[in-house]
Nanobody
Framework: QVQLVESGGGLVHPGGSLRLSCAAS????????MAWYRQLAGDERDFVER????????????NYVDSVKDRFTISIDKARHTASLHMNNLKTEDSAVYYC??????????WGQGPQVTVSS
């Protein structure tokens, strides 16, 4: 069984920075990918409708939603099955619950608990 534990998040002023981390444990085999999605707190949409933010493969290929390019950086420690999302120049519209996702080599999806990120003056 795969488990994801997220850390980071919190409250920051506009223009500030935060870092999220996601540590995966369990039976994880290459290739796999890790990603972050976000959803407004209180949004009752199903998890499959969360908004994509960034993705990284275990070989280091990355992909971002246009609204965070040049501000967010996703990275991965393949040996430790840990991904990080460095968020710079945060905007109020970045406020959301951020969910880490792991997709395994056999296309199983796992989700983290989702820390809150609040950008407010």
């Amino acid at each position: 069984q795969v488990q994801l534990v997220e850390s980071g998040g919190g409250l920051v002023h506009p223009g500030g920075s935060l870092r999220l981390s996601c540590a995966a444990s369990g039976s994880i085999f290459s290739p796999y990918g890790m990603a972050w999605y976000r959803q407004l707190a209180g949004d009752e949409r199903d998890f499959v409708e969360r908004d994509f933010v960034a993705h990284i493969t275990d070989s280091g290929d990355t992909n971002y939603v246009d609204s965070v390019k040049d501000r967010f950086t996703i990275s991965i420690d393949k040996a430790r099955h840990t991904a990080s999302l460095h968020m710079n120049n945060l905007k109020t519209e970045d406020s959301a619950v951020y969910y880490c996702n792991l997709q395994t080599h056999d296309e199983q999806d796992y989700w983290g608990q989702g820390p809150q990120v609040t950008v407010s003056s």
